[in-house]
Protein backbone atom coordinates (compact mmCIF):
# COMPACT_ATOMS: atom_id res chain seq x y z
CA UNK A 1 0.00 0.00 0.00
CA UNK A 2 1.51 3.55 -0.85
CA UNK A 3 0.42 6.65 1.01
CA UNK A 4 1.19 10.11 0.15
CA UNK A 5 1.37 11.67 3.82
CA UNK A 6 2.11 15.26 3.21
CA UNK A 7 3.11 16.02 6.82
CA UNK A 8 6.85 14.33 6.86
CA UNK A 9 7.45 14.80 10.23
CA UNK A 10 4.05 12.01 11.13
CA UNK A 11 5.64 9.85 8.54
CA UNK A 12 8.42 9.76 10.64
CA UNK A 13 6.33 9.21 13.56
CA UNK A 14 4.09 6.26 11.31
CA UNK A 15 7.51 4.55 10.73
CA UNK A 16 8.60 4.53 14.10
CA UNK A 17 4.95 3.08 15.30
CA UNK A 18 5.10 0.67 13.02
CA UNK A 19 2.11 1.99 10.46
CA UNK A 20 4.45 2.17 7.78
CA UNK A 21 6.95 -0.02 6.78
CA UNK A 22 9.26 2.44 4.03
CA UNK A 23 9.19 6.14 4.07
CA UNK A 24 11.07 8.29 1.86
CA UNK A 25 10.69 12.37 2.79
CA UNK A 26 12.13 15.36 2.30
CA UNK A 27 15.82 15.84 2.57
CA UNK A 28 16.12 17.83 5.95
CA UNK A 29 18.71 17.27 8.52
CA UNK A 30 16.18 17.51 11.60
CA UNK A 31 14.33 14.47 10.30
CA UNK A 32 17.39 12.70 9.62
CA UNK A 33 18.92 12.96 13.03
CA UNK A 34 15.33 11.50 13.70
CA UNK A 35 15.09 8.73 11.68
CA UNK A 36 18.76 7.71 12.84
CA UNK A 37 17.89 7.59 16.20
CA UNK A 38 15.39 5.24 15.32
CA UNK A 39 18.11 2.77 14.84
CA UNK A 40 17.45 0.48 18.26
CA UNK A 41 14.13 -0.03 17.20
CA UNK A 42 15.08 -1.99 13.98
CA UNK A 43 14.65 1.06 11.68
CA UNK A 44 17.40 1.33 8.95
CA UNK A 45 18.25 4.86 7.21
CA UNK A 46 19.96 5.52 4.09
CA UNK A 47 20.62 8.57 1.68
CA UNK A 48 22.08 8.89 -1.72
CA UNK A 49 22.81 12.11 -3.90
CA UNK A 50 19.62 13.05 -5.95
CA UNK A 51 19.00 13.66 -9.37
CA UNK A 52 18.25 17.05 -8.66
CA UNK A 53 20.77 20.28 -8.30
CA UNK A 54 20.31 23.89 -6.90
CA UNK A 55 21.29 27.06 -8.25
CA UNK A 56 21.68 30.57 -8.51
CA UNK A 57 20.44 31.56 -11.89
CA UNK A 58 21.34 34.72 -13.39
CA UNK A 59 18.62 36.94 -15.37
CA UNK A 60 20.73 38.31 -18.36
CA UNK A 61 17.98 41.33 -18.74
CA UNK A 62 19.00 42.84 -15.40
CA UNK A 63 21.48 45.81 -16.15
CA UNK A 64 23.48 44.96 -13.20
CA UNK A 65 23.41 41.09 -14.02
CA UNK A 66 24.56 41.81 -17.79
CA UNK A 67 27.62 43.00 -16.69
CA UNK A 68 30.42 39.77 -16.31
CA UNK A 69 32.60 42.26 -13.64
CA UNK A 70 29.03 41.69 -11.19
CA UNK A 71 28.43 37.92 -12.46
CA UNK A 72 32.34 37.29 -11.10
CA UNK A 73 31.84 39.41 -8.32
CA UNK A 74 28.59 37.86 -6.74
CA UNK A 75 29.97 34.18 -7.58
CA UNK A 76 33.18 35.27 -5.63
CA UNK A 77 31.68 36.22 -2.42
CA UNK A 78 29.06 33.19 -2.36
CA UNK A 79 30.42 30.60 0.51
CA UNK A 80 29.04 27.71 -1.28
CA UNK A 81 30.69 25.36 1.76
CA UNK A 82 28.75 27.29 4.13
CA UNK A 83 25.56 27.08 2.27
CA UNK A 84 26.05 22.98 2.29
CA UNK A 85 27.64 22.37 6.02
CA UNK A 86 24.27 24.46 6.65
CA UNK A 87 21.77 23.07 4.89
CA UNK A 88 23.07 19.50 3.21
CA UNK A 89 25.63 17.87 5.20
CA UNK A 90 23.51 16.68 8.18
CA UNK A 91 21.35 14.35 5.78
CA UNK A 92 24.32 13.43 3.51
CA UNK A 93 27.96 14.08 5.36
CA UNK A 94 29.78 13.72 2.30
CA UNK A 95 28.46 16.63 -0.07
CA UNK A 96 30.47 19.27 -1.79
CA UNK A 97 29.58 22.32 -3.30
CA UNK A 98 28.56 21.70 -7.28
CA UNK A 99 31.00 21.83 -9.46
CA UNK A 100 28.96 21.68 -12.81
CA UNK A 101 25.39 22.66 -14.51
CA UNK A 102 25.37 19.69 -16.90
CA UNK A 103 26.73 16.55 -15.23
CA UNK A 104 26.14 15.19 -11.20
CA UNK A 105 28.89 13.95 -9.06
CA UNK A 106 28.83 10.45 -9.64
CA UNK A 107 28.88 11.14 -13.66
CA UNK A 108 32.57 9.48 -15.48
CA UNK A 109 32.08 13.16 -17.63
CA UNK A 110 31.99 15.17 -13.89
CA UNK A 111 34.68 18.27 -13.69
CA UNK A 112 34.28 20.75 -11.27
CA UNK A 113 34.53 23.75 -13.08
CA UNK A 114 33.53 26.20 -10.53
CA UNK A 115 35.78 25.82 -7.52
CA UNK A 116 38.28 28.51 -9.26
CA UNK A 117 35.25 30.93 -9.77
CA UNK A 118 33.23 30.52 -6.79
CA UNK A 119 36.51 31.61 -4.03
CA UNK A 120 33.90 32.53 -0.99
CA UNK A 121 36.76 35.56 -0.67
CA UNK A 122 34.45 38.72 -0.38
CA UNK A 123 37.78 40.81 -0.10
CA UNK A 124 38.74 39.13 -3.81
CA UNK A 125 34.83 40.04 -5.01
CA UNK A 126 35.49 43.78 -3.52
CA UNK A 127 38.99 44.20 -5.59
CA UNK A 128 37.34 42.75 -9.40
CA UNK A 129 34.30 45.47 -8.67
CA UNK A 130 37.00 48.21 -7.95
CA UNK A 131 39.01 48.01 -10.64
CA UNK A 132 36.21 48.43 -12.68
CA UNK A 133 35.13 51.50 -11.48
CA UNK A 134 32.57 50.41 -8.66
CA UNK A 135 32.97 52.65 -5.52
CA UNK A 136 32.38 51.64 -1.59
CA UNK A 137 29.61 53.85 -0.40
CA UNK A 138 29.91 54.84 3.41
CA UNK A 139 27.16 52.70 3.69
CA UNK A 140 29.06 50.01 2.63
CA UNK A 141 27.33 49.10 -0.57
CA UNK A 142 28.97 49.75 -4.12
CA UNK A 143 28.12 51.88 -6.81
CA UNK A 144 28.56 53.05 -10.14
CA UNK A 145 27.47 55.75 -12.41
CA UNK A 146 24.68 56.50 -9.86
CA UNK A 147 23.63 52.69 -9.95
CA UNK A 148 23.60 51.05 -6.40
CA UNK A 149 24.70 47.58 -6.41
CA UNK A 150 21.62 46.16 -4.52
CA UNK A 151 19.46 43.24 -6.04
CA UNK A 152 16.60 40.59 -4.40
CA UNK A 153 17.70 36.75 -4.46
CA UNK A 154 14.22 35.72 -5.50
CA UNK A 155 12.71 32.09 -4.16
CA UNK A 156 9.64 29.78 -3.57
CA UNK A 157 9.46 31.06 -0.09
CA UNK A 158 10.33 27.80 1.53
CA UNK A 159 12.07 27.82 4.96
CA UNK A 160 14.90 26.29 3.74
CA UNK A 161 15.49 28.82 1.05
CA UNK A 162 15.21 31.47 3.12
CA UNK A 163 17.77 30.31 5.37
CA UNK A 164 19.78 30.20 2.17
CA UNK A 165 19.26 33.62 1.11
CA UNK A 166 19.97 34.83 4.74
CA UNK A 167 23.30 33.24 4.57
CA UNK A 168 23.76 34.58 0.77
CA UNK A 169 23.23 38.29 2.25
CA UNK A 170 25.40 38.10 5.02
CA UNK A 171 28.56 36.86 2.72
CA UNK A 172 27.98 38.83 0.02
CA UNK A 173 27.30 41.78 2.49
CA UNK A 174 30.85 41.83 3.44
CA UNK A 175 32.09 42.44 -0.47
CA UNK A 176 29.66 45.72 -0.36
CA UNK A 177 26.68 44.02 -2.02
CA UNK A 178 22.81 45.25 -0.69
CA UNK A 179 21.12 41.38 -1.03
CA UNK A 180 17.40 41.26 0.12
CA UNK A 181 14.73 37.95 0.46
CA UNK A 182 12.34 38.24 -2.71
CA UNK A 183 10.44 35.29 -1.65
CA UNK A 184 7.26 34.51 -3.41
CA UNK A 185 4.26 32.39 -3.51
CA UNK A 186 4.31 32.16 -7.70
CA UNK A 187 8.01 31.57 -8.61
CA UNK A 188 7.14 29.95 -11.70
CA UNK A 189 5.19 33.23 -12.42
CA UNK A 190 7.86 35.74 -11.66
CA UNK A 191 10.49 33.21 -13.51
CA UNK A 192 8.66 33.30 -16.89
CA UNK A 193 7.98 36.97 -17.01
CA UNK A 194 11.36 38.33 -16.08
CA UNK A 195 10.27 39.56 -12.81
CA UNK A 196 13.69 38.61 -10.90
CA UNK A 197 17.16 39.96 -11.04
CA UNK A 198 18.70 36.21 -9.27
CA UNK A 199 16.40 32.86 -8.88
CA UNK A 200 16.94 30.51 -6.65
CA UNK A 201 15.66 27.97 -8.12
CA UNK A 202 16.43 23.93 -8.56
CA UNK A 203 16.27 21.57 -11.50
CA UNK A 204 16.66 17.85 -12.77
CA UNK A 205 19.88 16.00 -14.60
CA UNK A 206 17.92 13.44 -15.95
CA UNK A 207 17.63 13.39 -18.89
CA UNK A 208 20.76 15.39 -19.10
CA UNK A 209 20.93 16.70 -22.40
CA UNK A 210 17.17 17.75 -22.58
CA UNK A 211 17.88 19.44 -19.39
CA UNK A 212 20.90 21.47 -19.91
CA UNK A 213 19.42 22.24 -23.18
CA UNK A 214 15.87 23.32 -22.05
CA UNK A 215 17.36 25.31 -19.29
CA UNK A 216 20.51 27.36 -21.66
CA UNK A 217 20.14 26.91 -25.29
CA UNK A 218 18.75 30.31 -27.02
CA UNK A 219 15.57 28.91 -27.79
CA UNK A 220 15.68 26.84 -24.29
CA UNK A 221 11.74 26.92 -23.37
CA UNK A 222 13.36 27.50 -19.20
CA UNK A 223 15.61 29.58 -20.28
CA UNK A 224 14.06 32.49 -18.80
CA UNK A 225 17.44 34.23 -18.12
CA UNK A 226 17.74 35.41 -21.39
CA UNK A 227 20.91 33.75 -22.46
CA UNK A 228 22.60 33.42 -25.87
CA UNK A 229 25.89 31.95 -26.73
CA UNK A 230 26.69 30.43 -30.43
CA UNK A 231 28.86 28.00 -28.71
CA UNK A 232 26.38 26.65 -26.36
CA UNK A 233 23.72 26.22 -29.03
CA UNK A 234 26.13 24.07 -31.46
CA UNK A 235 27.49 22.08 -28.66
CA UNK A 236 23.77 21.18 -27.49
CA UNK A 237 22.72 20.77 -30.97
CA UNK A 238 25.16 17.71 -31.51
CA UNK A 239 24.72 16.41 -28.34
CA UNK A 240 20.77 16.26 -28.71
CA UNK A 241 21.17 14.85 -31.95
CA UNK A 242 24.11 12.27 -31.99
CA UNK A 243 23.50 8.68 -31.62
CA UNK A 244 27.24 8.20 -29.64
CA UNK A 245 27.02 8.50 -26.30
CA UNK A 246 30.23 9.32 -26.23
CA UNK A 247 30.08 11.96 -28.75
CA UNK A 248 26.97 13.05 -27.00
CA UNK A 249 28.68 14.20 -23.54
CA UNK A 250 32.05 15.25 -25.31
CA UNK A 251 29.45 18.10 -26.53
CA UNK A 252 27.68 18.81 -23.30
CA UNK A 253 31.01 18.69 -21.75
CA UNK A 254 32.19 21.67 -24.04
CA UNK A 255 28.97 23.69 -23.27
CA UNK A 256 29.33 23.09 -19.54
CA UNK A 257 32.70 24.62 -19.98
CA UNK A 258 31.34 27.67 -22.00
CA UNK A 259 28.73 28.00 -19.52
CA UNK A 260 31.42 28.15 -16.77
CA UNK A 261 33.14 31.06 -18.46
CA UNK A 262 30.38 33.17 -18.39
CA UNK A 263 28.67 32.50 -15.00
CA UNK A 264 25.16 32.55 -16.37
CA UNK A 265 24.20 30.29 -13.47
CA UNK A 266 26.43 29.46 -9.94
CA UNK A 267 25.88 25.97 -9.30
CA UNK A 268 25.28 24.89 -5.34
CA UNK A 269 24.78 21.53 -4.58
CA UNK A 270 23.13 18.25 -5.84
CA UNK A 271 20.12 17.63 -3.45
CA UNK A 272 20.42 14.69 -0.96
CA UNK A 273 17.58 11.99 -1.23
CA UNK A 274 16.64 10.13 2.27
CA UNK A 275 14.74 7.22 3.45
CA UNK A 276 14.32 4.41 6.04
CA UNK A 277 12.67 1.37 6.53
CA UNK A 278 12.06 -1.49 9.12
CA UNK A 279 14.53 -4.31 9.09
CA UNK A 280 11.75 -6.41 8.83
CA UNK A 281 11.43 -5.31 5.26
CA UNK A 282 13.91 -6.72 2.94
CA UNK A 283 15.15 -5.62 -0.87
CA UNK A 284 15.05 -1.90 0.07
CA UNK A 285 17.82 -0.55 -2.14
CA UNK A 286 19.83 2.35 -2.34
CA UNK A 287 20.14 2.07 -6.33
CA UNK A 288 17.97 4.84 -8.07
CA UNK A 289 18.21 8.77 -8.12
CA UNK A 290 14.74 9.06 -8.72
CA UNK A 291 13.59 7.49 -4.84
CA UNK A 292 13.47 4.58 -3.06
CA UNK A 293 10.08 2.81 -4.44
CA UNK A 294 12.19 2.28 -7.58
CA UNK A 295 12.18 -1.50 -7.04
CA UNK A 296 9.23 -1.48 -4.60
CA UNK A 297 8.20 -4.69 -6.87
CA UNK A 298 10.91 -6.60 -5.46
CA UNK A 299 10.64 -5.82 -1.49
CA UNK A 300 9.58 -8.56 1.25
CA UNK A 301 8.30 -9.32 4.63
CA UNK A 302 11.00 -11.25 6.10
Not at 27 to 45: I, K, N, S, T, Y
Not at 251 to 271: E, G, N
Request: proline letters at 5%; one cysteine or more.
Amino acid sequence: VLRSVPDAAAAVRGLASRQFGVVQVPADPLLADRLRALAEQGVVFEQRGGSTVEHLDLNLTSQLFRDPVVRTAFAQCVDRNELVDKLVRGVRPETQPLGSLAFLPDDARYQDLYSSKMVADPQQAQVTLERAGWILDSDGVYSRAGQRLTFAISHDGSPAHSMEVELIRKQCRQAGMEITDGGTTDLGDALRNGRFAVALTTSSRIPRVWSVADHYATKGPLNYQHYSNPEVDAALSVAETEYSESTQMDALAKADRALADDLVSLPLFQLPIMWAYSNSIDSVYREALSGVTWNANEWTVK
